[in-house]
């Protein structure tokens, strides 16, 4: 993209007068191109935030008897988060303290 310098308006390219070239749509501004123009840029990924609060979240949660789906252990961490509108339960989640795996149970 490349914008105007008069206005500050974004730049389109026009072929009105049988060449190619950058016209400004607001002002009169018109610049040739003579030559090809590519440029790439590579965006950086984001990095995925927890919204749950990630491993913190758990340091400070309190245990229940739950089984594990994976290795079927009875002990489970577990902690409680009004995730949906107010008139619905809450949703708890639950941490295995065998094996680490994470369940939700609403």
Same mark, same amino acid.
């Given at each position: ?15 009105? #007068? ?13 610049? =040739?191109?003579?030559?090809q123009m590519t440029s790439r #840029? &590579? ?30 252990? &009875?002990r489970a961490y577990f902690y ?8 619905? =339960?809450?949703? #708890? ?10 369940? &939700?149970?609403?």
């Open positions: 993209m490349l914008f105007c310098p008069t206005c500050a308006n974004l730049l389109v390219i026009s072929s009105e #007068t049988g060449y190619n070239k950058w016209a400004c749509n607001t002002c009169a501004y018109e610049f =040739p191109i003579s030559k #840029t &590579r965006m950086k990924r984001k990095e995925v935030d927890d919204v749950l609060g990630g491993d913190e979240m758990w340091k400070h949660a309190d245990a229940t008897d739950a089984c594990c789906d994976k290795c079927n252990h &009875r409680q988060l009004q995730i949906r509108s107010a008139d619905e =339960p809450m949703t #708890t989640f639950y941490r295995c303290a065998g094996c680490g795996y994470q369940w &939700r149970e609403n």
